[in-house]
């Protein structure tokens, strides 16, 4: 698996437990939306049952992110990111556009 594509299948889980990367003041954060997905499998349960603390100000980028939650994953149950990959979990799609799902509002038409 090259490197690239290890890391796109690190994002990809990432976002499947719930979490994901921003950036703000320089830094990047580890954000968590884990409320809308099953707690049992978001980053933050898995986490905290293994009593595990994660500072989510990351003083690097994107790799250094993925690494440090590689890490804490790696603490807590043995596995990092890409053991979390479920290739018939996350369906791809075979891409396009699905123009019905995209309305532009008229002026005046609702949004502020």
């Known amino acids: 698996m090259g490197k690239h594509e290890k890391n796109f ?3 990809i889980a990432l976002n499947s437990l719930g979490s994901h990367l921003y950036f703000r003041d320089g830094h990047t954060w580890i954000g ?3 409320d809308e997905v099953e ?3 978001s980053l933050r ?3 905290m049952d ?3 603390l994660l500072n989510t100000k990351i003083y690097g980028g994107i790799l250094e992110a993925l690494d440090t ?3 804490a994953l790696f603490q807590a149950v043995g596995k990092k990111l890409v053991d979390f990959f479920e290739p018939s979990f996350m369906f ?3 891409g396009g556009i699905d123009r019905s799902r995209i309305d532009k509002v008229k ?3 609702g949004l502020n």
């Open 92 to 94: 791809m799609g075979d």
């Open 69 to 71: 939650v590689d890490e």
């Open 45 to 47: 349960t898995i986490l």
């Open 50 to 52: 293994n009593k595990i």
């Open 39 to 41: 707690s049992i499998y």
């Open 107 to 109: 002026v005046g038409g």
């Open 9 to 11: 299948k690190r994002m």
């Open 32 to 34: 968590d939306t884990s």
